[in-house]
C-alpha cells in the first residue's frame, strides 16, 4: 500500500476519504457509460464525424463541460466510442456464440448473432461497424485504425471458425476458408444495408438462408446448421 495518505475536502485522511474517492470514481464510471450509451448510438446514425461534444451533449442531456471533461477531445470521444461499440458487438456476437462448439455450429451461432443483432437495432444505424467504416475508412489516423482492428478481428474470428470446421470434417477439405468466411460476412453486411434502406426485416431471412445455403454447398451437415433455420 502506498505511503502516501488521501485528504479529503476537510483536509482529513483516513477511510473516508478513500471511500470518497471511491465514490466519486464510481460516479464517474457510471456517467461515463451513460455517455457513450448515446455516443455509440449517435455515430450509428451520424457517423464518427458527425459525433461531437455539442451534439452529444443534447442527445445525453449532459453538460458539454463534462463530457470535455471525461474525454479531453473529439478523438478521444471517438476512439471511447468505437471501444463501448466493440464491447457490446463482442458480448452479443462473439460470446453468445462460445457456448456453441467450435466449427459449423459456431460459425452459424456468430452468423445468427450478427443478424440479430442488426435487425434487433442495438444501434438505430444497424451495425456500429459498418456505419462507421465508410465513415473513417479514407481518413488515415488512430480512429481509423480502432475501426480497422474490430472489423480485422471479426472477419479473423470467423475464418477461424471456419478452419476448425473443416479440420473437424464438418466442411469440405477442398473449402476456401477466407473465401467462404468473405462470403457469409458479405451476406450479413448486406442484410443490415438494405434492412436500413428498405425498412424492411425481410432482407436478415433471405441472408439466413443464402448463408445455410452456403454452407450446406460447403458440406455442412443440416443438423448443423439449426442456428440458421426460419
Known amino acids: 500500500m502506498s505511503d502516501v495518505a488521501i485528504e479529503d475536502p476537510a483536509g482529513q485522511t483516513g477511510p473516508g476519504a478513500a471511500a470518497a474517492a471511491d465514490g466519486r470514481r464510481v460516479r464517474g464510471d457510471a456517467s461515463r457509460r451513460t455517455v457513450l450509451d448515446s455516443a455509440t448510438d449517435l455515430a450509428s446514425v451520424d457517423g464518427l464525424d458527425g459525433l461531437t461534444i455539442g451534439r452529444l451533449a443534447a442527445a445525453s442531456g449532459r453538460g458539454k463541460s463534462s463530457i470535455a471533461t471525461l474525454f479531453q477531445s473529439k478523438e478521444g470521444l471517438q476512439l471511447a466510442t468505437v471501444a463501448a461499440a466493440r464491447d457490446v458487438f463482442t458480448a452479443l456476437i462473439v460470446e453468445r456464440a462460445r457456448t456453441a462448439p467450435r466449427g459449423v455450429r459456431r ?124
Open 107 to 230: 460459425v452459424s451461432a456468430l452468423l445468427r448473432n450478427a443478424l440479430d443483432y442488426s435487425r434487433d437495432r442495438v444501434f438505430t444505424g444497424g451495425c456500429f461497424f459498418a456505419a462507421t467504416a465508410a465513415d473513417v475508412d479514407s481518413k488515415p489516423g488512430p480512429v481509423r485504425d480502432a475501426v480497422r482492428t474490430a472489423l480485422v478481428d471479426w472477419y479473423g474470428y470467423v475464418e477461424a471458425q471456419v478452419r476448425h470446421a473443416i479440420a473437424a470434417g464438418e466442411l469440405a477439405a477442398a473449402t476456401d476458408p477466407e473465401l467462404l468466411a468473405f462470403e457469409l460476412v458479405a451476406l450479413n453486411e448486406e442484410a443490415n444495408s438494405r434492412s436500413l434502406l428498405m425498412q424492411d426485416e425481410r432482407p436478415y431471412a433471405l441472408a439466413a438462408r443464402a448463408m445455410r445455403a452456403r454452407l450446406r454447398a460447403a458440406g455442412a451437415a443440416p443438423g448443423l446448421l439449426t442456428a440458421l433455420d426460419a
